[in-house]
């Protein structure tokens, strides 16, 4: 779990409040504040995600990409820089395999002579580690595991 604060921002036109990125792990939970800033990419376009009272965001991230074998998407997502002299809180829930050691790839169930797998296997530990070595430029790491 992490609790995000974004405090106002004079000048937000010059930062962010985080960078383009997709969550590495299976889904996120996110409960957001009502000052708003969170923004997807859909179609080459940043929309926002406004704000709806006691509603939760879910994030599907790299991992679930994977197990997936691309049937859902990870979502690339940022946070603009908070212009609102209230402060910005979020609290992101990140749901991640317990167990970094076991091997992740495509489900078997859901391969066929059809829809072969689209990536290979890897340990959550490796993931997670290339995850925290490369900065957040919006460019998942779900290629770099794709055959
Ligand atoms: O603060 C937010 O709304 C999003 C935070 C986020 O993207 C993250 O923690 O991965
Ligand atoms: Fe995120």
């Given at each position: ?103 992740f790839g495509p489900l078997p169930e859901l ?31 779900v290629n770099y595991y794709r055959v």
């Amino acid at each position: 779990m992490v609790g995000h604060f974004y405090p106002h921002c004079p000048q937000p036109d010059l930062t962010v409040g985080i960078a383009s990125h997709t969550d590495p792990g299976v889904v996120t939970v996110l409960l957001q504040d009502q000052i708003g800033g969170l923004q997807v990419k859909y179609e080459e376009e940043w929309l926002d995600v406004k704000p709806v009272p006691g509603a939760l965001v879910i994030n599907v991230g790299d991992i679930f990409q994977i197990i997936s074998n691309d049937q859902y998407k990870s979502v690339e997502h940022r946070v603009l820089a908070n212009p609102s002299k209230d402060p910005r809180v979020s609290i992101a829930v990140f749901c991640n395999p317990s167990n970094r050691e076991n091997s992740f790839g495509p489900l078997p169930e859901l391969l066929s002579p059809q829809n072969p797998a689209q990536f290979r296997q890897f340990t959550f530990a490796d993931y997670m580690r290339r995850f925290f070595t490369k900065e957040l430029d919006g460019k998942s790491l779900v290629n770099y595991y794709r055959v």
